[in-house]
């Protein structure tokens, strides 16, 4: 029957680039008997408990073929999770192994860390897609989100998604050692993402970048490192924390107050006497008609990260007319 199984897999499975044929059957296998309740005993069983999950099969070795790191893990859960929120765990364990890669960093024997930062962005991409399918497919009125459903929504998902913004605007760009981009993720908050400890970690990074000469004199100099560190900033705001209503009423309170000060016009400053670490800057020498103020001081001297000039109406447009319920209410009170 494993023979059969070999030959069924190439017929009825897509080929992939990351994967082999024997990691599919295995799969496909593994899936099949835990339908069945214990082990294949025929080919009009394999057809047709294959009808009934094909489904799942295509799934799971589509985010298996994104992220090869996540095979192990994977073949446990389809042997001991609950069938009915498999997917949901696969896409847990994907998105915590892309974590991991950023952690530890490209393989030893990778000499150009651009090469592995684009080819971790390509696989999140892929990963994306399903997690978007995954979240729309369970939503609905009257739906209540399970704790898992929560953790992706609020946690792992936010997480990958800032760690590729990382990616692609800073570290890409500046080809930057995998030292800092590993000290980076490092220094997220390890519950919510959205959360002052977050841009507290972006302008840390930004104090890092400026004051490696070597860093920043080889990839355009301390004026691009701040560049490319403001469009981290604006990107993880406007695409993680105001992506939508569901969003905005995730973030952290204490960040929704501050991105309200953000569209006013005053910048993010380190404050490390204070529980969140940052805060809004002082309103001396503040006006309507100052001429485009940065989005962010750094200390000791560090430099000023700019500001779109866009920014604080794409703020505003966010705050006030995309949120809902508390968000709003938070958002109104303190932009007024």
């Known amino acids: ?40 005993n025929s080919v009009l069983g394999v057809h047709q408990l294959f009808w009934n999950c094909e489904k799942q099969v295509a799934y799971c070795v589509n985010l298996l073929n994104a992220v090869p790191g996540a095979v192990p893990g994977a073949e446990k859960l389809i042997d001991e999770a609950d069938l009915n929120t498999l997917n949901l765990d696969l896409l847990l364990l994907v998105h915590q192994t892309l974590t991991e890669e950023l952690h530890s960093g490209p393989p030893v024997d990778e000499a150009d860390p651009a090469s592995f930062y684009r080819d971790w962005l390509t696989r999140k ?7 978007k399918d995954l979240i729309l497919s369970n939503s ?12 992706l929504k609020t946690n792992t998902e936010p997480r990958v ?8 605007h800073v570290a890409y760009p500046l080809q930057l050692s995998p030292v800092l981009v590993r000290k980076f993720a490092e220094e997220l908050p390890k519950d919510k993402i959205r959360h002052t400890g977050t841009l507290l970690a972006m302008m840390n990074l930004a104090q890092r970048i400026v ?5 920043v004199l080889e990839n355009g100099g301390r004026k691009v490192g701040l560049q490319n560190c403001s469009a981290l900033i604006e990107s993880w705001i406007l695409d993680v924390c105001l992506r939508d209503a569901e969003a905005m009423n995730d973030l952290e309170p204490a960040s929704l107050r501050l991105v309200c000060s953000l569209s006013a016009g005053l910048p ?24 485009n103020p940065p989005i962010a001081q750094l200390p000791n001297g560090g430099g000023e990260i700019p500001r779109s000039s866009c920014l604080n ?3 505003l447009r966010k ?18």
């Open 1 to 40: 029957l494993d023979d059969y199984l070999s030959d069924f897999t190439a017929m009825h499975l897509d080929w992939t680039v990351r994967i082999g044929r024997d990691v599919q059957q295995r799969v496909l296998k593994k899936t099949l008997q835990r339908l069945q309740g214990g082990k294949l």
């Open 161 to 168: 998604e800032t760690l590729a913004l990382l990616l692609q």
């Open 125 to 131: 991409m892929v990963v994306a897609g399903l997690t």
């Open 211 to 215: 004051s490696e000469p070597s860093q």
């Open 313 to 315: 109406l794409a703020l």
């Open 319 to 336: 705050l006030i007319v995309m949120s809902q319920g508390k968000a709003r209410d938070t958002a109104i009170q303190n932009v007024e």
């Open 140 to 151: 609905g009125e009257g739906k209540v989100d399970s704790e898992k459903m929560i953790k």
């Open 268 to 291: 993010v400053v380190i404050m490390p006497n204070t529980m969140q670490g940052v805060g809004a800057g002082e309103f001396e020498g503040w006006s309507e008609q100052q001429d």
